[in-house]
């Protein structure tokens, strides 16, 4: 089994920043995907970012430019830099891992952090 434990989320200004961590624990050796979704209130859970264990990454066109996803696989940790923050960001941003993707149903969840952003 793999735990995921994320922190960062917050309230901030729109045009603000933050930097969600996630850091993972337990059978770590079979994650190859992390990556963050979000689900903000009365809407689906979207796909935010994912990164591989060599670094390809991908992002949701609502934060291409402006969010940044990346990996220490010493320690097992992905990180989401968000920049230039808008209110339609406002989400629970969960992380998520698995052995192979994370685009469709990944296998482990984190608890989830709120982001809220103000205008």
């Known amino acids: 089994q793999v735990q995921l434990a994320e922190s960062g989320g917050g309230l901030v200004q729109a045009g603000g920043s933050l930097r969600l961590s996630c850091a993972a624990s337990g059978s770590i050796f079979s994650i190859n995907a992390m990556g963050w979704y979000r689900q903000a209130p009365g809407k689906e859970r979207e796909l935010v970012a994912g990164?591989?264990?060599?670094?390809?990454?991908n992002y949701a066109d609502s934060v291409k430019g402006r969010f940044t996803i990346s990996r220490d696989n010493a320690k097992m940790a992905v990180y989401l830099q968000m920049n230039s923050l808008k209110p339609e960001d406002t989400a629970v941003y969960s992380c998520?891992?698995?052995?192979?993707?994370?685009?469709?149903?990944?296998?482990?969840w984190g608890q989830g952090t709120q982001v809220t952003v103000s205008s």
């Open positions: 990164i591989t264990s060599g670094s390809s990454t």
């Open positions: 998520a891992a698995d052995p192979h993707t994370i685009v469709v149903r990944p296998r482990y």
